[in-house]
């Protein structure tokens, strides 16, 4: 696949086939992926690859505390609601995944069973947690940073036939993923991605989200042509 084969059929994926993703294999897209480049090269990430029984304790736990209505604790500060046009971008793609996957507007019990999906790490085989060194905490840059290596990770691992989701559902109970997955003190969590061969029989993996314009988002200054 050359770039821009990846980069425009690159879709989030939210249904997995049951099939393992070889450690080797999540190795190789980490590999590539930390060619991103990072504040004076400071490359404050850190992975927890996750599968198995430790992965399943985290989608319990995610799925346990969230039913139980515990309020949601991430470790950065994540900014209030959207609204306006960003609030409708929201909508627009979630009216999207909902129309592919037949989820009526007034459908509560569907709704819920989507969310849950998600807190349950959309039962991929895998997911990796990504971190950065708390000794840069409280700074722009290293979350900065990590939006770049998960970019990274979620076209590294499309090149190679592997569907990612880039997700805050998985880390927004940060105590249970902190604790079952042993993070140590000095990272603090950012994100986590969901990581697996695509299900092409599951709807919403063909969903391609819109975009903006290039003119809505750029203004070009100083060029003669
Ligand atoms: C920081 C971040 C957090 C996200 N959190 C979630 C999430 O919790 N659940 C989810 O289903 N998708 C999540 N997404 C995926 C976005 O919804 C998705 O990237 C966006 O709608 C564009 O669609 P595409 O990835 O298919 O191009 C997240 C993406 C990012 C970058």
């Excluded at 990430?45 to 515990?70: C, K, P, S």
């Excluded at 989701?165 to 902190?178: F, Y």
Aim: glycine share 10%.
């Amino acid at each position: 696949m050359n770039y821009d084969e990846v980069v425009l059929g690159r879709r989030s994926i939210r249904g997995y086939k049951r099939e393992p993703v070889p450690k080797e294999t999540i190795r190789e897209v980490l590999r590539l992926a930390m060619r991103a480049p990072s504040s004076l090269n400071s490359q404050p990430w850190n992975f927890h690859v996750v599968a198995g029984e430790v992965l399943d304790r985290i989608r319990a736990g995610n799925t346990e505390r969230n039913l139980a209505g515990v309020p949601h604790s991430r470790e950065f500060r994540s900014g209030g609601e959207f609204t306006g046009v960003h609030r409708e971008r929201q909508i627009g793609v979630a009216k999207q995944l909902f129309a592919a996957m037949g989820i009526a507007r007034e459908d509560k019990e569907a709704r819920m069973d989507w969310v849950l999906r998600g807190f349950r790490q959309f039962d991929a085989p895998a997911a990796i947690i990504v971190t950065y060194d708390r000794a840069l905490h409280g700074g722009d840059i290293a979350p900065f940073d990590c939006g770049a290596v998960a970019t990274g990770i979620v076209n590294a691992a499309w090149s190679k036939g592997l569907g990612c989701v880039i997700n805050s559902q998985g880390i927004m109970q940060s105590p249970v993923v902190r604790a079952e997955a042993g993070i140590p003190d000095d990272q603090v969590i950012m994100i986590c991605i969901a990581i697996g061969y695509p299900d092409d029989s599951f709807p919403a993996n063909a969903v391609v989200s819109e975009r903006k314009s290039v003119d809505e988002a750029a203004v070009f200054l100083g060029f003669d042509d």
